[in-house]
Every structure is written in structure tokens, then in C-alpha cells.
């Protein structure tokens, strides 16, 4: 298969290209498919396949110079010398110039020194390595103009998994071949096998997610173990290979501490030579400076998999034993992880009993604590007092009350009273809480150790949170800056960003979001189920940018990731709020407006603060696009928040009310400074307001700042909420557009003109007409020859229907309503 992206760095005028990778990384097919190219025609070419793992210098360098012979088509020579010399004098003497391709060089000792010298031989020689182990390669390609192609430029894309899935002969649809690439994560022999295995079952056959993991999880964990059984130096130690998944980052230390491992010295070399692990980065407080290496998280689960099912004894001793090496080393968040997942739940409580300080400042307790609680049985749930505490901070209830006694200190009472004043929905109270402690002068977060320092950056967490969903957005954005920057290397500098980029997609500043968003994504995974608590913010903050650029389908696939909102899930009205606006531009709004008041009942007692803005603006939009004015106004007639104000304006032009949009438009001048996509959206139903009107200038001054700011914030969703019959008056203002209009209309253009029916009795009728006519109470009577009192009793009635209390106001309705 071609993989174009990574043949043209390999096909470039370089001497050096080098190849590094693990053994699922699929170096040696790629280097295959490229030489099956024929790419350099002119260079006879050499290639020298991966040797065995005790090969000598001699016994490589030899192949090599006998391979090049035949490349040649030259006699060897007498050996009279040293492989490796032979080789270079063979070079010497033949001047055509040379491709070397040496795969999988790991076990050639001292290979980057042999290399630097053919190279130095001149421009005739060039060379393509391939190897698991980094090496030095680095000094040595540093020196040469150079391509480098590591583990992350080989794993495969969706694009090309799509391709090997048809060169197998599948039909997938994208959305399977996507997770096929990310359960994979795009490693070529991962890839190729699930490939392989799904043609071998059935090419057509349809899978649903549960059958398609299980398939592809047990073709990856029959890959992992071949790869583990061919390798000399860990095939008599499979068990170990199995018990060594145990820890999350492995060093000498945590080798050594394991059990069922005889030798940790000579098994850890034997595992970073096979190239299974790799070297990572990571906080120095849990290695102790020890150089620190990591499965990829694919193998990894394979492998816990494999030992889970194969030695379910050894892989609990050996989280036992990580249990206590992590505590010695002060480090319960880590022996924490391993408490719950080896399920020892009177292990995972002491810990939090005895470390609870710790833990709450490093986050544990917050994406720990949520799993902890859902996995504990029943029987040590009921009158723990640890228990009881850690329920407050991470699964507080609408009714639930604080326990009579803390095991917690006191000291974080008003911190933990917050999460439950905000599951209550008492935004009030609890902004009332949070403007009384954050008066405190904000510490140097540099000259703070690290418990300290995380535990202010909870603290502002739950400030610019609680102020997030009391609809204070400016407070909240402050707080969560400083969360964000406090939090760093915990949960809490992820969750700030994701809740920063929500705030500012809120507000429709889309550069300033996807900045934030970007920020969120480079954060990895949450253990278990806090993951769900964590990465809301982030998804409604990636579907809400997609919508207002008009991306309904990256809209559609982050919300389909987050799912439907639990019970307990705090930013639950801007998962409404963003599912409402993928309605109306996927023209469902009926759709959209049932699932949001079926869910509503989950969520009624926390319909307050900015859920009940967002709730309501989503709601009025639905309604109107069905054209259900009356429905909209009760909803939002009587708001005065920014976000409300383009459902306003557009009920009142939709009903015919020009006059009363183009107020809400002047009124909301303030908010745009805050709400560039806000101000965008109101500019342009001012614009249409003043067409309606006959103001032309006006309407083009509006258009223009409409114009203005929507290229500010960077979106284009406001010129799709005008109704479709005011394009063309649109288009004739003469101002350029960010966005092709009438397409666009088309596609995405959902709301029309409001003619409300009003049904009146033939009496009713009749002197609504004489009205219009300019008659008055006393003509009306005489010409149809009935008293005044009666006019006047039908007059009443009229007013009523027409929902008015003048006879000005009546031929001002009557005007806009289809009467009858």
C-alpha cells in the first residue's frame, strides 16, 4: 500500500534516512513498499534484513559486503582483511553509486560509528536504517542533512486505514474505520491484522461496537504475544512481560519490586532492547530522576488483558507490591490507582483515610474518588465516615446534606460545601460563598510545592465553576486562569482549560476557544469513569465552535462522544444548549426541542443561573423555527442576558414587529464587546429590521458591523438565523460577505416569517374593518346601525383577541397577524 506522506521523506536527496520504531510500528513494510516503487533507479540498491540477536560485527558486516557484491555484480574479494574494511574498499573501488537499506539494526554493535564512516566515503553512498532502539542516531544525523521518521509519523491515519481496508477487500464506513484507527492507535501491525481477521470472519459482515472491540482487542493481544514469544530474550519469560504491564511507568525500581520477576536487571535490557517499551518523560517526584520507560497504552491494555485472564494471582501480587512501593515513596495518588484497580477496596480506603490531604490537593480524589464510590459494594458504604466525606466532594446530590462528622479536615469544609450548593442549583449561595474567599490575596504559584500549589489550583477551580454556572462570566474567567495555571500537571489545569474554552465558545469568540480546546486535548485521559465528569467542558466547547463556523458534522460527532448527559452532570444546559443549535442547522428543530424537554426533567431543579439562560435561548430558537411565537415569547420576553437577545430580536422580526427587533438590537450594543458572535447576530436582524422599515443607510451600517464582527469571532452561524425571503434585500446592500449566502441559506435556513392566526366573530370582523377604514366607535355604530355600548362591548373583545388596548395598536396588529 502506498503511504505517499512518508515515501517522499524517504525518497528525498539526503544520505541518511532513519527508521525508529517499535515492532508494531510496521518499519520494515513501509521501507518494502517504498523499494517496491523503485524510487531510486540510479542507486544500485543493497538490502540487509534484520539480523539475528546475537549476531557479530563480522558475521553482519560480511552479509553486508557480500550483498553489495551481488549488487554490483562483482566478484567478493579474498578476505584478507576485516569485514567491515572489505565493505568500504569495495566502495572505494566502485564508484556507482549505493543505497544501503539496513533493517532492524538493534543488535549491530556499534552500528551509528559504522554507519558515520560508510557516509564519509562520499556522495555515492547512501543509507535508509531501520531500528527500535534510538541509539545515538541523533549525533550522528545531526550531522547530515537528514530525514528522521519516528513512531508518531508511522502510525497510520484514518485516510490510511480506509486504504488497507479496501486493498483487504472491506467495505467500512468511515465512522468504523476511524475507530479502528484510534483502538489501534494506528500502529501498522495492529492495523494490517484487524484487517486480516476481518476479511478471515466475514468481509461484509456488519459489527456493532461491543463485537468489533472484542475482535479487534483479541487480534491486538494475539499480535503483542507473538511479538513477545519470537523475541530469544522474553520467551521463556512471558510471565514477566505480563506482570511488568503492572505499573503505569516502568524504571529500575519498579522492576525490582515486582514479584515473579527473578532478574529485574537483565529483564528490564531485555525489554528496551525489544523495543516494547519506550522512553517517556514524567514528573520527577514519581521516578526519583530515574530514567523511566512506557508501554504505548495500546500494548499496555493487551498485555493487563492477557495477565488479567492468564495469571490473575501474580498480576494482584504484583499491584500489592506497587501499593507499597509508592506509599514508601509518598506517593498515594499513585497506590491509589492500583488499590482500585486490583478492586482491594478496604486498601483503597485506608489509603484516602490516612493520605487525604495529599490526594485532594493532586486531584485523586476528584477523578479517583467518583470510580472508588460507583465500584465500592454495598456493605462498606453504610456509616463510614471516610466514605461519607469522600461522597460530598465527588458525588454531591440535590438533597443530600453534609455528614454530621468529617474525616476530612475542617479546613476544606466551605471548599467541599460548594459542590453540593452547586448540584442544588444554589448558584446564589454559593457565588455568595466564593466572593467571600476570594478576596484572599493570590499566592506565588512558583514559590508553592506542589500539594500547595494544586490545592489553590482546586480552589479556583471551584470558584470560576461556581461562577461559570451562576452566569458571572468575567469572575469565572479569572478564576479559572488562575485554576489553570495553579493546576499544573494535575486534573485541575485539563478541567480549567476545557471550562475556558466552553466560556469562550459561550460567547461565540471562536479563535480564543479552539485556542483553549487545543490546550484541553493535549492532556491525556482520566482514569475510569472521571473521565466523563472531565471532558464535557471540552466537547460542548468543540461542537459549539463547529456550529457557529457552519461544521455541523464535527458538531455532531463531539456531542454523539459526549453522549447523553448523566444525572449528576453539572454543565448538562450547555449540552442542551449545543444540541438545540445542531437541531436548527440540521433542520430538525422538532427533534431537537423533544430531547431537550424529555431530558429537562432530570435537570428541573437546577434550572437556574446561566442553565436556565442557555436552556431558554435554545428552546425560544426551536420554537421559533417551528413557528411557535407564543411558545417563544413566555420563554424569553421577559430575559434581559445577552444570550437571549438574538432569540428576542428575531421573535419580534419573524411576528412582523421591525420596530421592536431593531430596539433589542440597540439594546444589546453593550454586549457585544463581550459577545463578538452575539453582536454579529443582532447587527444583521437590525439590518433586516431597517429593510423592513425602508431605512436602507441603516440597514447597510448594520450589515457592515455585523460583517465586522462575525470575521472578528471568527464565525459565520449569524447570517443563517435571518429568515430566507431576506437574502435577496440582504445581497442588494452591496457589502461584502464572509460567507456564500444563498447556498448557505439553502442549506442551513430555517427560519420564517411568524403569521399568526387570530380567529374573530363575523361582528368582530366587521369592525376591525371598518377600523382599518379609519372609522371611530360613534361612526362604526351609526353605519351599522347598532348602539354604542355594543361597538364598544365588540371593541373590548377585539382588543383582547388581538392582545392590544388602543385602536392604534389594533391596526398595528392587525397588519401583522393573518386575521380571520
Known amino acids: 500500500m502506498s503511504r505517499r506522506r512518508l515515501f517522499s521523506v524517504l525518497s528525498a536527496h539526503s544520505e541518511l534516512a532513519v527508521i525508529l520504531g517499535g515492532p508494531f510500528s510496521g518499519k520494515t513494510t513501509l521501507v518494502d513498499t517504498w523499494l517496491a516503487t523503485d524510487p531510486c533507479p540510479e542507486w544500485a540498491p543493497v538490502v540487509i534484513p534484520e539480523p539475528a540477536h546475537d549476531v557479530t560485527p563480522e558475521t553482519y558486516w560480511a552479509t553486508v559486503a557480500s550483498s553489495l557484491c ?98 483487504f477487500g472491506l467495505a467500512r464506513d468511515q465512522r468504523t474505520i476511524e475507530w479502528i484507527t484510534r483502538r489501534t492507535e494506528g500502529f501498522a501491525a495492529f492495523v494490517a491484522a484487524v484487517c486480516a481477521t476481518l476479511r478471515a470472519e466475514k468481509p461484509d459482515r456488519v459489527y456493532g461496537t461491543d463485537a468489533l472491540a472484542v475482535l479487534v482487542d483479541s487480534t491486538i493481544d494475539l499480535v503483542v504475544m507473538h511479538v513477545v514469544a519470537a523475541d530469544p530474550s522474553l520467551a521463556l519469560s512471558s510471565r514477566s512481560v505480563l506482570v511488568s504491564a503492572a ?78 512501593y509508592w506509599l514508601q515513596r509518598s506517593r498515594p495518588d499513585i497506590a491509589l490507582e492500583h488499590a482500585v484497580e486490583r478492586r482491594d477496596w478496604r486498601c483503597a480506603i485506608d489509603i484516602v483515610e490516612k493520605n487525604w490531604v495529599a490526594l485532594y ?23 463510614d465516615r471516610t466514605v461519607a466525606s469522600l461522597r460530598t466532594i465527588t458525588r454531591a446530590r440535590n438533597k443530600a446534606g453534609e455528614p454530621e462528622q468529617w474525616a476530612f479536615p475542617r479546613s476544606f469544609e466551605t471548599i467541599l460545601r460548594l459542590g453540593s450548593l452547586r448540584m442544588q442549583g444554589a448558584y446564589d449561595e454559593a457565588m455568595e460563598v466564593c466572593d467571600g474567599l476570594a478576596t484572599e490575596p493570590v499566592p506565588n504559584f512558583e514559590t508553592l510545592d506542589d500539594t500547595t500549589r494544586h490545592a489553590h489550583g482546586l480552589k479556583y477551580l471551584n470558584f470560576g465553576t461556581v461562577y461559570l454556572l451562576g452566569g458571572r462570566t468575567t469572575d469565572a474567567g479569572t478564576m479559572l486562569r488562575r485554576a489553570h495555571t495553579a493546576g499544573r500537571g494535575v486534573f485541575v ?42 471532558r464535557t467542558a471540552g466537547l460542548v466547547a468543540t461542537a459549539l465552535v463547529a456550529l457557529d463556523r457552519l461544521d455541523t458534522g464535527t458538531a455532531f460527532r463531539a456531542l ?3 453522549g447523553t448527559p448523566r444525572h449528576t452532570e453539572e454543565l448538562w444546559a450547555a449540552v442542551m444548549y449545543a444540541r438545540g443549535r445542531l437541531a436548527l442547522l440540521s433542520g430538525v428543530p422538532a427533534d431537537g426541542l423533544l430531547y431537550i424537554d ?79 458572535a452575539v453582536g454579529a447576530e443582532l447587527a444583521l436582524i437590525g439590518s433586516v429590521a431597517s429593510l423592513r422599515l425602508g431605512r436602507r443607510t441603516d440597514a447597510r451600517r448594520h450589515l457592515q458591523r455585523a460583517v465586522v464582527l462575525a470575521e472578528h469571532a471568527g464565525v459565520t452561524r449569524p447570517f443563517v438565523g435571518v429568515p430566507p425571503s431576506a437574502v435577496r434585500d440582504i445581497l442588494s446592500l452591496g457589502v461584502d460577505l464572509p460567507i456564500d449566502l444563498d447556498p448557505a441559506m439553502a442549506e442551513y435556513g430555517i427560519f420564517r416569517e411568524i403569521r399568526v392566526v387570530v380567529r374573530l366573530t363575523p361582528r368582530e370582523r366587521a369592525v376591525l374593518d371598518a377600523l382599518l377604514a379609519g372609522g371611530t366607535a360613534s361612526t362604526i355604530a351609526k353605519e351599522q346601525f347598532v348602539t354604542l355600548n355594543t361597538v364598544k362591548t365588540q371593541l373590548r373583545s377585539l382588543y383582547r383577541k388581538l392582545g392590544v388596548h388602543s385602536r392604534e395598536e389594533a391596526i398595528a396588529q392587525a397588519y401583522r397577524l393573518v386575521v380571520g
Open 247 to 324: 505499573p503505569n511507568t516502568v524504571t529500575e525500581s519498579s522492576i525490582s519490586a515486582l514479584p515473579h520477576i527473578d532478574d529485574s536487571d537483565a529483564f528490564l535490557t531485555a525489554l528496551t532492547e525489544s523495543g516494547l517499551i519506550e522512553a517517556c518523560s514524567t514528573d520527577e517526584n514519581s521516578t526519583d530522576g530515574e530514567t523511566a520507560w512506557r508501554y504505548p497504552e495500546v500494548v499496555h491494555r493487551s498485555l493487563l488483558r492477557v495477565g488479567s485472564a492468564e495469571y490473575p494471582k501474580e498480576l494482584w501480587d504484583a499491584r500489592s507490591a506497587l501499593i507499597d
Open 361 to 383: 490537593g493532586s486531584g485523586s480524589l476528584r477523578s479517583l474518588g467518583i470510580v472508588l464510590l460507583e465500584l465500592l459494594p454495598d456493605d462498606m458504604t453504610t456509616n
Open 493 to 534: 489545569e485539563r478541567e480549567a482549560a476545557g471550562k475556558l474554552a466552553l466560556l469562550e465558545a459561550l460567547r461565540g469568540r471562536t479563535h480564543e476557544a479552539t485556542r483553549w480546546i487545543e490546550e484541553e486535548l493535549r492532556h491525556p485521559p482520566i482514569m475510569g469513569e472521571a473521565e466523563a465528569l472531565i
Open 598 to 676: 424529555s431530558e429537562l426533567q432530570h435537570f428541573s431543579h437546577r434550572l437556574t443561573g446561566i442553565s436556565a439562560v442557555l436552556v431558554d435561548a435554545a428552546r425560544a430558537d426551536l420554537h421559533l423555527a417551528l413557528g411557535e411565537a407564543r411558545a417563544a415569547r413566555e420563554l424569553v420576553d421577559s430575559s434581559t442576558h445577552p444570550l437571549t437577545a438574538p432569540a428576542r430580536a428575531r421573535l419580534r422580526l419573524l411576528g412582523g414587529d421591525p420596530g421592536g427587533a431593531e430596539v433589542i438590537v440597540h439594546r444589546g450594543d453593550a454586549a457585544r464587546e463581550h459577545c463578538p
Open 70 to 167: 551481488t549488487s554490483l555484480g562483482v566478484d567478493e574479494p579474498v578476505a584478507a582483511e576485516g569485514s567491515f574494511d572489505s565493505l568500504c574498499s569495495i566502495l572505494v573501488r566502485h564508484p556507482r553509486p549505493v543505497m544501503f537499506v539496513l533493517d532492524g539494526v538493534r543488535s549491530v554493535e556499534a552500528i551509528e560509528d559504522r554507519v558515520g564512516q560508510l557516509l564519509r566515503l562520499g556522495p555515492q553512498v547512501r543509507m535508509v536504517v531501520t531500528s527500535r532502539a534510538a541509539g545515538s542516531w541523533a549525533e550522528l544525523v545531526d550531522g547530515h542533512p537528514h530525514r528522521t521518521i519516528v513512531g508518531d509519523d508511522l502510525a497510520f491515519t484514518v485516510d490510511e486505514t480506509a486504504a488497507l481496508c479496501r486493498l
Open 560 to 562: 454523539s462522544e459526549l
